[in-house]
């Protein structure tokens, strides 16, 4: 799978003890790389960078991205081919209560990372992970493209379309001038999957109560939402990586990583299906709490055509199939197995088949 680039490269992964940088690490392993980490802290309790025992799996330091000179100094110490950049305060709500805090994580952390890429004398290959959410939200039904205007209401939106004018200017005033560097953007929307154990997350409620064998209670049974197992867009980052390593994808440009249409139901329906899963009966497993608005207001889509086009890249699980890797992974856990890790690598091993099933030519 995508061309065996990765295998025995070095891999730097920032903000790898969170969630998706846990799952991209796995996944980086099993093709083979050496990984190296860059994070500030292990942000959740329990959290999959322990539970799949990553620590002892890759090299790894605890460090802050907007800390220039450390940065810096590991980045050149480890040399790597790839590097992912997933560190940030990723946490809508933690925006509203640390909104400094998330600004600085996001733009300046950004920025420390494309100062020290400048400073690069060997080969790499860089994609720079931001959000959906960099779109100026102006809720149309139409999915935004790679050349939408970028904005955000909101201060986490902010610091992501913040983040794209840093990368834009260093990639204009500096990195495009170096030959030795590939870099690109990645721009994806909210994500599910086992391993996930963040605040305020409709799947991470649901499993906790149901391990509890108690109903979870949900505010907006009828919001809906475009449901994505994390391992979509980490196909999309790692197929994006791939091609502008191997030169077929134009250098500085942003790729849209969404889902399918029909991937979006209502939290009523996940929560249902992944009760059905768990063995819990439905009226035992919701109850409905506080206001309950009819629709969703905010309506965020995106347009993939330019990611099918140039990276032949599309999702490749079905809405059921979602719903089934997230319900036996986190009933594994709470069962109490013990070998995550290996878990982790079948689920990823099932998903490459599918996406070789559905023709897609990274699985390959
Ligand atoms: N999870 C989603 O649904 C989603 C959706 C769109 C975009 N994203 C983006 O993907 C990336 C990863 O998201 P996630 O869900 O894995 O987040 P997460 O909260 O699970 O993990 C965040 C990671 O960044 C690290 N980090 C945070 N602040 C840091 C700092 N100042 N210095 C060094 N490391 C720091 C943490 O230690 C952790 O490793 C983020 O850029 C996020 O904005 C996530």
Known sequence: MFGNVFQGKRVLVTGNTGF??????????????????????????????EVAGLRE????????????????????????????????????????????????????GTASVLDAVKSVDWDMTVVMITSDKAYDNVEWIWGYRENDVLGGKDVYSGSKGAAELVIKSYWHSFVKKMDNIKLG??????????????????????????????AVEIRSPQATRPWQHVLEPLSGYMRLAQSLHD?????????????????????????????????????????????????????????CDKALAYLGWHSAL????????????????????????????RQI???VETAKGEGLAWAE
């Open 318 to 345: 079905r809405y059921e199939q979602t719903v089934d890797f997230i319900t036996e992974w986190y009933k594994a856990y709470y069962d109490g197995y013990e070998d995550m890790f290996g878990l982790t690598e």
């Open 185 to 214: 953007v990645a721009r994806a929307g909210n994500v599910i999957g086992g391993g996930d154990w963040s605040a305020d997350r409709i799947v991470v409620d649901t499993v906790k109560a149901f391990a509890a064998g108690v």
């Open 20 to 49: 998706k940088g846990s799952w991209l690490t796995v996944w980086l392993l099993k093709c083979g790389a050496d990984v190296y980490g860059y994070s500030k802290d292990v942000p959740t309790e329990p959290a999959m960078f």
């Open 247 to 303: 030169g077929m994808v134009t250098n500085g440009e942003a790729f849209n990583f969404g889902p399918r249409a029909e991937q979006t139901k209502t939290v009523m329906q996940l929560v249902c299906d992944i009760a059905r899963n768990w063995g819990m009966e439905e009226k035992e497993a919701v109850r409905i709490t506080g206001h309950v608005p009819f629709e969703e207001a905010r309506l965020l889509k995106l347009n």
């Open 57 to 108: 799996k890759v090299h790894h330091v605890f460090a802050d991205i907007r800390n220039k000179a450390s940065f810096h100094d590991y980045l050149h110490e480890v040399k790597p081919d790839f590097v992912f950049h997933l560190a940030a305060q990723a946490i809508v709500s933690k925006s509203y209560t640390e909104p400094f805090d998330t600004v600085t994580a996001n733009v300046v």
């Open 349 to 351: 091993q099932r998903f």
